[in-house]
């Protein structure tokens, strides 16, 4: 343990020794990370907006219980039928009380509030239309229109839903590739970061080696400063993160398509993800920043090398 | 204690620093290595602390053939030899005690025991009271001092010195001699690698004389005899 203590104590008098270096580290590694985080989290908005129209579904047509005033108890499933029937529908998908319920639980998980003002009973059936071609959206409201007795609302996705649904399977991946690429930042920046504060103290090293210091005891020093660089870049991250998104946290926009919630869970569940990821960074960072430093030469190199003769 | 059999260096570009060189030093010797610089002096004993692979041949350094220690291995090895040069090497944020203190750390040594055996090698040296001093603020003399305190501190059983006394005025190198002196005496081996032709003839002691890389005499008790003068 005391010796844990020493290589902590040596850890942190080398950071305080190169502040500027370890600013940088931490800074480096912060705006990868809030970039990634970043992206991330605006992933997460998009998806939970186009939840609904996963799927390219066009419309949405809410239907009356059956059993409900001149609801035949088959009218669901006659409606069904007729509609994929219609020329402009490509593909209809009927969403019971139970789907739907589901879908609402998926989409409020995290506002209990709202979870209990509903309940299955109140959410109603739906039929779920994707268009051969978005054009033909009046057309097929027309026709949903006259089936008033079972419909009672119909809902278009408007073209800026249209667009975000398409782009978000695009934004999944280039979120993914971002993080990705960023995540790989991060790690090179600390080993550059650690390779720096490797040459700031070159002599020391140097020394160590020369007392026989063993390559553990070098390294660890190194090791916990890239740790400790990446776990504060990264806990900078996701709180900056937070921060931003605060305002727009848990409200509910009146707007019809679109709703702004980022949930407390899934700051909690990815923060800690990405403030792992840092630490790991860092280890990984310092790894690779000491490896050249490190290496011991081999004994001999015979073979490799012949030997001038004397003239 | 040391033994080089054929030993062969070759630097990248094909220098060759030091050429079927076979010695054998015995325990509690001390040896000069002498010669004009280029002479291959310093390669010696880079070779004897593993810090360069030798290109042939096999050293064998406190019972271990250091030409076949793994790379992990190596830093036992240096644990057995301390090490004194020229520019002092120490730590300028450390002060005199923890410069010394910090050859027993990174062995892993217990806090309590480090600070007994600083002193005592603190006493040694004649630096007693001079232990919370920085090394900026010590003599040339006065640093290279601290500089053998730390590489004796762990009492090993060889010491390797290059060229000790390059930067001190003759005055300051006979303290520094005598001070390796007393540490020879307690049964350390000393390897010097010196081109200080007074220390040399004064001290009497055995005497492997190196020019481009060719030994070319090895006495028991030798004086710094060569052509070349150096500066």
């Known amino acids: 343990m005391s010796r844990f203590a020493y290589l902590l104590g040596e850890t942190l008098q080398g950071m305080r020794r190169n502040v500027l270096v370890v600013v940088g580290a931490v800074l480096a590694v912060f705006v990868s990370l809030s970039l990634a985080f970043g992206a991330l989290a605006f992933n997460q908005v998009v998806r939970v907006n186009t939840l609904a129209w996963q799927d390219g579904v066009h ?20 409606l069904t039928n ?10 209809v998908r009927y969403v019971d009380k139970a789907g739907a319920w589901a879908e609402f639980q998926e989409l409020f998980q995290d506002r209990p509030d709202i979870l209990e003002l509903g309940n299955q009973a109140q959410l109603p059936a739906s039929l779920r239309i994707e268009l051969t071609d978005i054009d033909l959206h009046d057309s097929v409201e027309l026709r949903l229109a006259q089936e008033q007795q079972t419909v009672s609302r119909v809902s278009v996705a408007s073209n800026a839903i249209q667009q975000i649904s398409q782009i978000t399977r695009v934004l999944n991946v280039v979120g993914i590739g971002l993080s990705l690429i960023l995540g790989i930042a991060a790690v090179v920046l600390i080993a550059n970061t650690i390779r720096l504060a490797i040459y700031a103290r070159r002599d020391e090293i140097s020394i160590m080696k020369l007392v026989g210091a063993s390559n553990w005891f070098i390294r660890v020093p190194f090791i916990l400063e890239g740790m400790i660089e990446g776990l504060f870049g990264a806990a900078l991250a ?74 | 204690m040391i033994r080089l059999q054929d030993v062969t260096k070759v630097y990248d570009g094909g220098t060759v620093a030091v050429r079927d060189l076979s010695l054998d030093i015995q325990k509690g010797e001390f040896v000069f290595l ?46 057995s030899v301390g090490t004194v040069f020229q520019d ?28 007994q055996q600083v002193t005592q090698v603190l006493q040694l040296v004649g630096l007693e009271n001079k232990g919370d001093r920085y090394p900026r603020q010590l003599s040339g003399g006065e640093q290279q001092r601290v500089s053998i305190a730390r590489a004796f501190v762990n009492r090993p059983p060889i010491m390797l010195a290059d060229e000790p006394s390059g930067n001190l005025d003759p005055g300051t190198s006979v303290g520094i001699m005598r001070l390796l002196d007393r540490i020879n005496r307690t049964g350390t ?23 481009e890389g060719l030994m070319l005499r090895d006495e028991p008790v030798g004086r710094y005899e060569t052509a070349e003068v150096e500066a």
């Open chain 2, 34 to 79: 002498v010669g004009p610089s280029g002479s291959g002096k310093s390669t010696v004993i880079r070779l004897l602390l593993r810090e360069e692979p030798v290109t042939r041949g096999h050293i064998w350094v406190a019972g271990k053939d250091t030409t076949t220690l793994p790379s992990h291995k190596v830093p036992f090895l240096r644990r």
């Open chain 1, 82 to 91: 007729d509609v994929q029937g219609w020329g402009e529908v490509e593909r």
């Open chain 2, 189 to 211: 081996t000393i390897v010097m690698a010196t081109h200080d032709h007074a220390i040399v003839n004064a001290m009497r002691r055995r005497v492997v004389q190196l020019d």
């Open chain 1, 59 to 78: 419309i949405i047509a809410f239907l009356n219980d059956p059993g409900a005033s001149g609801v035949a108890p088959d009218a669901h499933e006659r």
């Open chain 2, 88 to 115: 002092f090497k120490l730590l300028p944020n450390k002060t005199v005690a923890e410069n010394v203190a910090f050859a027993l750390e990174v062995l892993g040594r217990p806090k309590s025991a480090i600070g």
């Open chain 1, 238 to 311: 996701v709180f900056a993160v937070w921060v931003a998104a605060r305002p727009l946290m848990g409200s509910v926009s009146q707007v019809e398509w679109f709703r702004i919630t980022l949930s407390s869970g899934f700051f909690l569940r990815w923060g800690v993800l990405f403030v792992l990821f840092g630490a790991v960074a860092g280890i990984l960072g310092s790894f690779l920043g000491l490896s050249r430093y490190l290496k011991e030469t081999e004994g001999t190199t015979t073979g490799r090398e012949t030997v001038p003769e004397l003239v």
